[in-house]
T-cell receptor, first 110, second 114 residues
Framework: GQQLNQSPQSMFIQEGEDVSMNCTSS?????WLWYKQEPGEGPVLLIA?????ELTSNGRLTAQFGITRKDSFLNISASIPSDVGIYFC??????????FGKGTSLLVTP | NAGVMQNPRHLVRRRGQEARLRCSPM?????VYWYRQLPEEGLKFMVY????????ESGMPKERFSAEFPKEGPSILRIQQVVRGDSAAYFC????????????FGPGTRLTVT
């Protein structure tokens, strides 16, 4: 399947700071999904993007579908301790399986 | 609880034993996907099933692994003669219909092979 590269690999920030992370692909995607996973739990869907250029928000989270359709960005504003977790981007391959990046690990200090 | 359910949450097996992992999709969902996650890695697709049909098993190892989603009851991922390399978290996801890319995940089963 297509390879998804996420950066940064990890982030260590203070509460209240804004966070930006991105995901790039070697191929075009028609859908981008962003998930958050906390320790010992399954991934939770945060935002789904379906159109190039689309900007979608979910509370303090905003995600964008890149114009080239080969990248996507996730921003978290005014981070809080419960934002801690691993954030994964994902996109469907030619079938219905999702390809996942390796994740961006976020740590927030009070 | 209307979410995806998986059990057991933790499973310990000795090398050579069988592991059976169960998944009940969200209410109203008829599509089930199984993924495996190794430590420090993203999720890797294994198999996609609809009721009584395997649609795509391209990510599943050819030997020892099998999956089913019967007409009644949960989807089962079965691993025969487990080896240490099978130790991982196994996640099930479900979606409501064909072509719908949003998948909703269960809490996972952590398999440890000793």
């Amino acid at each position: 399947g297509q390879q998804l590269n996420q950066s940064p690999q990890s982030m260590f920030i203070q509460e209240g700071e804004d966070v930006s992370m991105n995901c790039t692909s070697s191929s075009i995607f028609n859908t981008w999904l962003w998930y958050k996973q906390e320790p010992g739990e399954g991934p939770v869907l945060l935002i789904a993007l379906y159109k190039a250029g689309e900007l979608t928000s979910n509370g303090r989270l905003t995600a964008q579908f890149g114009i080239t359709r080969k990248d996507s960005f996730l921003n978290i504003s005014a981070s809080i301790p419960s934002d801690v977790g691993i954030y994964f981007c994902a996109g469907p391959n030619s079938g219905y399986a999702l390809n996942f990046g390796k994740g961006t690990s976020l740590l927030v200090t009070p | 609880n209307a979410g995806v359910m998986q059990n057991p949450r933790h499973l310990v097996r000795r090398r050579g034993q069988e592991a059976r992992l169960r998944c009940s999709p969200m209410k109203g969902h008829s599509h089930v996907y199984w993924y495996r996650q190794l430590p420090e890695e993203g999720l890797k697709f294994m198999v996609y099933l609809q009721k009584e049909n395997i649609i795509d098993e391209s990510g599943m190892p050819k030997e020892r692994f099998s999956a089913e989603f019967p007409k009644e009851g949960p989807s089962i991922l079965r691993i025969q003669q487990v080896v240490r390399g099978d130790s991982a978290a196994y996640f099930c996801a479900s979606s409501p219909q064909t072509g719908y890319h949003e998948q909703y995940f269960g809490p996972g089963t952590r398999l440890t092979v000793t």
